[in-house]
């Protein structure tokens, strides 16, 4: 493994940090919730928490945002009169009635909480559809940017970073990323960033759990155990949010998880025991998700992906425009694609900027061998194979919406390598707060326009090029002065291993 660093203690975390970082994300997202649908993706999402939680059925034809009331109150924003007319077209055909072709799991849940808004004495959908909008939101897409908030400040203290840091990073993943366009109305890429921020933070603290054990020569305590629970829990509901992505977070950290436990003195009792808690905690997530799919559509894989179920009349979908398929005329095509999804227009960067420092930190990770490091190539692992799947699968850049919405939880995989990146080098922090303040200038713009804006923000390519040369402006200064004697590059001390 070659030398091992020190852990740095985390900072103590006091009730009112956690407390005012609950508070604060719940504020926020509860204040940009938006009382209408906007698009056929959220239309469906909320057509099918209505139908279930008011008429028991996954059927959605007789739902408001089916069939639109003609006298209003409308479930879509007014501007919208060609939702207001068709309603959602996100759905399949089968057996004759329309459902909706999303994974049935957050509707679901979302329909738990509308049953106890309606036991409450509450309006149903129809009786006050702004009402129903908003709270389905916040209690969807909400909850997944205060999720990213408690996710990414819990990953600043376990790795040791000062409270500042702490606070900052959570700023920008919560308001200078793509978090928050993403909480404004329902959809699953906001809702799964938040899962995916508990996560990484979990999969670091239960890494650094088994290091230390190993280091001591002691099997696992009881918090690693808990830890490794929880891990199973969010994994397995990430699966159930994305049926590309979501998978693919479970699998990468499972293999993680296993690969830690490999490395304990005690792993020939361990390793089955940690595999069997993590697919077991996963177990119910997965089952929920492949029962009700397989109840509705007959099939265990996605339902969308059965072309039967797109034909009927007026339908938008066909095979040529289907995701899930290769898409491209030849390997140069889909290299341009893929690398537009990254650094173009609607780029995963431009629309974050201050993730432009994980791949630097991601070489520092790997060069000084730190004790996170098998969780970041896990992260990162997982940020690459979901990238390349949808650049493979895809030709629309997830189509009308702010940035590419697909590549939404993949924000928690890059502030968890930059994170440490910043903590080993601690001269990069002028990089960080220069490329932070575009990034929150950029999450502005995108809360301002919402979700489903198609176009490119208004000032995009101002604060894109701007962000870009002030950077290099501050590196070009930074390296200046290191070649002028005038600063000398930190390093941080190994641990004597027995000492650790």
């Known amino acids: 493994m070659g030398k091992v660093f020190a852990f740095r203690p985390a900072p103590r975390s006091v009730a009112s940090d956690w407390l005012l970082v609950l508070v604060s994300a719940s504020v926020v997202a509860w204040l940009s919730a938006r009382p209408y649908a906007g698009s056929w993706n959220d239309g469906s999402r909320l057509a099918a928490a209505e139908a279930l939680a008011e008429r028991n059925t996954w059927s959605i034809d007789d739902s408001i945002f089916v069939r639109v009331p003609s006298d209003g109150p409308w479930p879509y924003a007014a501007e919208a009169m060609g939702l207001n007319v068709c309603g959602t077209l996100d759905k ?46 916040w209690c969807s897409s909400g909850l997944g940017l205060v999720l990213t908030a408690l996710g990414v400040f819990a990953l600043g203290g376990y790795l040791g970073l000062s409270r500042l840091m702490r606070w900052s990073l959570t700023l920008l993943g919560c308001v200078g990323s793509t978090a928050l366009p993403y909480a404004q109305q329902v959809n699953q890429h906001g809702l799964l960033l938040g899962v995916a921020s508990v996560y990484a933070a979990l999969l670091v603290r239960w890494g650094q759990g088994i290091t230390q054990a190993k280091q001591q020569g002691r099997p696992m305590r009881r918090e690693d155990w808990i830890v490794l629970l929880w891990l199973g829990w969010f994994g ?34 361990h390793l089955w025991t940690v595999l069997s808690l993590y697919g077991l905690c996963s177990a119910g997530w997965i089952g929920l998700h492949h029962l009700w799919n397989y109840l509705i559509a007959g099939t265990i894989g996605p339902a969308n992906a059965v072309p039967a179920y797109l034909h009927w009349p007026g339908s938008p979908f066909h095979a040529g425009n289907m995701t899930g398929r290769w898409k491209h005329p030849h390997f140069g095509a889909f290299c341009l694609y893929a690398l537009d999804m990254l650094v173009g227009k609607k780029g995963f960067f431009p629309h974050q900027m201050f993730l432009w420092l994980a791949p630097a930190s991601l070489w520092i990770a790997g060069r000084r061998r730190v004790n996170e490091l098998p969780e970041l190539l896990a992260l990162s692992a997982w940020a690459v194979l979901a990238w390349l799947a949808y650049a493979v699968a895809s030709n629309n850049y997830s189509g009308v919406c702010c940035s590419i919405r697909w590549l939404v939880p993949l924000v928690a ?43 490119v923000l208004p000032g995009f390519w101002l604060l894109y090029l701007g962000g870009l040369v002030t950077w290099g402006i501050v590196r070009w200064r930074a390296s200046k002065s290191v070649r002028s004697g005038e600063t000398t590059m930190p390093s941080r001390q190994p641990l004597d291993r027995a000492a650790a």
């Not at 998978?247 to 792993?267: D, E, T």
Request: with cysteine; glycine share 14%.
């Open 92 to 137: 399949l055909c089968i057996d004759g009635r329309f459902y909706s072709d999303k994974p049935p799991v957050q509707a679901w849940l979302m329909a738990q909480v509308h049953k106890l808004n309606l036991a409450c004495g509450g309006p149903t959908a129809r009786q006050d559809p702004q009402f129903f909008c908003k709270w389905m939101t």
């Open 236 to 269: 397995g509901w990430a699966y159930t949010i994305d049926l590309a992505v979501g998978p693919l977070l479970w699998g990468c950290g499972g293999i993680c998880v296993v690969a830690r436990a490999w490395m304990l003195p005690q792993r020939r009792g």
């Open 413 to 455: 995989a890059g502030i968890a390598v930059v994170a440490v990146g910043l903590r080993e080098r601690p001269d990069w922090q002028n990089d960080g707060w220069c490329l932070g303040c575009f990034s929150l200038l950029m999450g502005l713009g995108m809360a301002w326009k919402g979700p489903w804006y198609g176009q």
